[in-house]
């Protein structure tokens, strides 16, 4: 089964929606059940990819071929859309990219099963309370303090910006990458989203006729998708080559206000 990686990079903030409120957050973002990391479905990339075609000039027989029709399955196999880097304000210096062990062993694992040849980095080890990364010996993340335990490899910067279209973005990553323990992780990725207040104004008297707090995953936040071929056809090709004209995706709600764009990388994989 041939397959690919997909490294995206959010250039604008990211609404991949619910579809339910929690608590005062009217629409949150996707999340998934067991860890809570905000996540896009794979079925709503899917669909992003299947609009990019529509988009982009592939004709109908081709995308039913690839994407599939209601009542038969597509070639192309796309699995979620995967968490790599939260982007995370610090008080005293550019915001860091941050992540955690728990990450870095999903994407290893993705790696691996998809065939690509970065799967074989060492995994980093770090207590709670303590970070990896360049800079001081202390680092203030929102209202909470870290202290410096070590560097990350240049190994690991290395893989990561594999997984960036942009060279002067991947250039950033060996001085705000920071990984934190998986539990200090969770923390950032429940509670550091942005939520942002909208409202429908009446068109006469211009007041409010309908105020909702709707949450997002900020720009720059790093995401991996993996998709397959699972009849060893074209069906990668295709979407290479749609992706070599034009190397963004619109996901999730906000279209119209210019929300949810991904810069796309793709990483070769082998046979799965």
Known sequence: MKTMILGLLAETPIHPGAGQDTGFVDLPVARE???DYPVIVGSSFKGALLNHARDNGLEEAKRDQVFGKQDRAGALLVSDVRLVLLP???LTSHYKWVTCPHLLERLKRDLSRAGCDGAGFSMPNVERGKFLGAGEASLYLEERNFAKSGDV???LTALLEKLIAHAETQARIPRQLVILHDDDFAWFARFGLAVQ???VLDDEKKTSQNLWYEECIPPDSLFYALLADR???TALE???ALLDNRPYVQ???NETIGQGWLAV????GGDA
């Open 33 to 35: 059940a067991a860890t």
């Open 88 to 90: 995370v304000r610090s």
């Open 153 to 155: 490899t240049e190994e």
């Open 197 to 199: 207040a909208r409202n």
């Open 231 to 233: 009849n060893g056809g």
């Open 238 to 240: 295709t979407i290479a």
């Open 251 to 253: 996901v999730g709600g």
């Open 265 to 268: 990388r793709k990483w070769e």
